[in-house]
């Protein structure tokens, strides 16, 4: 096992321990950028996973939200925002939230962890896309820091 694939598991583990149930997203993004992780590419629905860090990219495959063909859904803003506050609630699990968020019409998203921003895609939009969303909330603001 790799040095990046050491420390990228080692914070993710000390992120999920400390981190609250209630708003816990920028405990885990602070995490990670602390240790040197910059950049954490998404895809939907496949659920690959790519962290640009200081040690060296790792890719992670999750378990895909779909197998086979599916239509993609168009974006729809008001979904992916009561997606995202559910999970900021406390109310969903990460894959609840990875597949709300596909619904929704996201197939990727970006998250700069030195920015502190995360950007979604889609694919059939309804509005213009890239769509971009601070940690914190759903208006332009950056999350504190932990």
Do not use: H
């Not at 506050?85 to 939230?97: K, N, V, Y």
């Amino acid at each position: 096992m790799s040095n990046a694939i050491e420390n990228l598991q080692s914070a993710q583990q000390r992120a999920i321990a400390s981190r609250p149930k209630v708003g816990g997203f920028p405990y885990l993004a602070e995490t990670l950028r602390s240790v040197g992780v910059t950049r954490n590419l998404w895809s939907l629905p496949s659920c690959q996973s790519l962290y640009l860090t200081e040690k060296g990219p790792v890719v992670m495959q999750g378990t895909p939200l779909i197998t086979g063909m599916a239509d993609v859904p168009p974006f729809d803003r008001d979904a992916l925002i009561t997606a995202l506050r559910t999970d900021q609630a406390g109310e969903s699990t990460f894959p609840e939230l990875l597949m709300a968020a596909f619904q929704a019409g996201v197939v990727s998203y970006d998250v700069d962890l030195i920015a502190r921003t995360v950007k979604t895609e889609s694919a059939v939009s309804r509005r213009k896309s890239p769509n971009q969303r601070r940690y914190k909330g759903v208006r332009s603001r950056q999350y504190r820091r932990c």
